[in-house]
């Protein structure tokens, strides 16, 4: 069972967790520390899986306790839980947390966050991968787009809209940017998932911060890059978003449900980027048998890895708190027949464009393993019938160019 440990110096608000997290005792064990210092001493004692801390505490305070932590136990998904929102510190604590949830906190959002955390601790099976996207602080960037938006942050005459038209072109910028608003790192009331809205309720002197100071975004290695055909991959998701925009768009979504369409599509292959920063020389050895058996990538990635480019993206997203329908189209776009939930149409979409794309790559010479579409899925849901016309659409839209969101 799932170890979590909050942390406070304050009693009355351990008292209340404990009130609070009964309901929950059959879905975690959960510890309680009144400081820095006896919450290191159940980490010597005992594995924490999830650790919730308040940051203003005595002698050891929040930001050290996730500092040790984060060095001693890269495993443990982080999440801060406090009423001190000082914009320094909250920046200071963006490389050593997962998330943010302010004080005081609905208890159904309390437990909603810690059920997720729970759920996403089980996503990426073997340790090794845990504690690698535990420890993430940046995702590399294509390299253009990256001395992009450096350029411009140091532009006099800078504009929010174009730092965040240049994010929304790129997967890494574009999931660090949704981590850090959809927090409560800056008080922020509402989800967003268009990047370029994000940048601008962030502002640019924040985005400058983060970016030239903090340096969350960084550029891929040009080398390995090449070596491993990696620019492909940016290719790729830039045009399953656009599909996926089109098939919601024809489904009749509602707006922000259709507008979120690119942004699933953009962010639904981050895993493979994980696993090509973090393990360059595996990793390029199952794209190449991939490339040169025909073997879907993610059947080969769970065989080596213990889990798959999906599952490693989701595991990401969930533990950052973005939202559900981004980790749902990332966690279950090779094999939708396994989720069932709210979000059917937009993992539909999201796997109809993954295939279709694909097949349109392949034709262009791109070597790229055939993904089929689950047929029996989409008849399932009523959508087998449209599927040829939104293959039609789909490769005069790619023949045209994708624009971006």
Same mark, same amino acid.
């Given at each position: ?11 009355? =608000? ?16 959960? %510890? ?19 650790? #919730? ?26 999440? #801060?839980?406090?009423?001190? +929102? ?26 909603? +966050? %810690?059920?997720? +955390?729970?759920?996403? /601790? /089980? ?38 809209? @174009? $730092? ?31 990047? $370029?809205? +994000? ?8 985005? @400058? ?29 830039? @045009? ?7 098939? &919601? ?23 493979? %980027? ?12 199952? &794209? ?9 990538? /993610?059947? &080969? ?17 969930? =533990? ?12 279950? /776009? ?61 490769? *005069? ?5 994708? *624009?971006?969101?």
């Amino acid at each position: 069972m799932t170890a979590v440990l909050f942390v406070d110096d304050d009693a009355n =608000i351990l008292n209340g967790l404990r009130r609070m997290l009964r309901s929950m005792r059959n879905e975690c064990d959960v %510890l309680f520390a009144d400081s820095g210092a006896a919450a290191l001493k159940i980490f010597s004692e005992s594995t924490i899986d999830v650790l #919730i801390t308040d940051l203003r505490m005595p002698a050891m305070d929040g930001v050290k306790l996730l500092e040790e932590v984060s060095r001693k136990y890269p495993g443990t998904v982080r999440i #801060i839980l406090s009423g001190y +929102a000082d914009r320094e510190i909250s920046l200071r604590t963006i490389g050593l947390a997962h998330q943010f949830l302010s004080k005081p906190c609905d208890d159904a959002f309390l437990k909603n +966050a %810690l059920r997720r +955390a729970i759920t996403q /601790h /089980h996503l990426a099976s073997a340790p090794d991968l845990q504690k690698v996207v535990s420890q993430l602080h940046t995702l590399p960037s294509l390299p253009d787009l990256y001395y992009q938006i450096v350029s411009e942050l140091n532009n006099p005459n800078a504009s929010s809209r @174009r $730092v965040g038209e240049i994010v929304s072109r790129d997967m890494s910028m574009t999931a660090r940017v949704l981590q850090l608003v959809n927090s409560s790192f800056f008080g922020i009331p509402t989800r967003v998932v268009d990047p $370029v809205q +994000a940048t601008t309720m962030l502002g640019l002197e924040t985005v @400058r911060d983060l970016a030239l100071s903090l340096h969350i975004f960084s550029q891929f290695n040009e080398t390995l890059l090449a070596e491993m055909q990696l620019d492909t991959l940016w290719e790729h998701v830039l @045009r399953v978003g656009a599909v996926t925009k089109m098939i &919601l768009k024809d489904l009749n979504m509602p707006p922000k449900r259709r507008e979120a369409g690119f942004i699933l599509g953009l962010l639904h292959d981050l895993g493979k %980027l994980i696993l090509a920063q973090n393990m360059s020389g595996p990793y390029q050895r199952v &794209l190449e048998k991939s490339r040169s058996e025909g073997i879907p990538l /993610h059947i &080969l990635e769970k065989d080596v890895f213990g889990a798959s480019h999906s599952d490693i993206g989701a595991y990401l997203f969930g =533990i950052w708190g973005l939202d559900e329908v981004v980790m749902i189209a990332t966690a279950y /776009h090779h094999e939708p027949r396994f989720y069932v939930g709210d979000y059917q149409y937009e993992l539909a979409a999201v796997h109809i464009a993954n295939s279709l794309v694909t097949e349109f790559e392949r034709d262009k010479g791109v070597a790229a393993v055939d993904l089929p579409v689950d047929m029996d899925y989409l008849t399932n849901l009523g959508l087998a019938v449209q599927f040829e016309t939104w293959r039609q659409s789909a490769w *005069k839209l790619l023949k045209e160019g994708v *624009k971006y969101a």
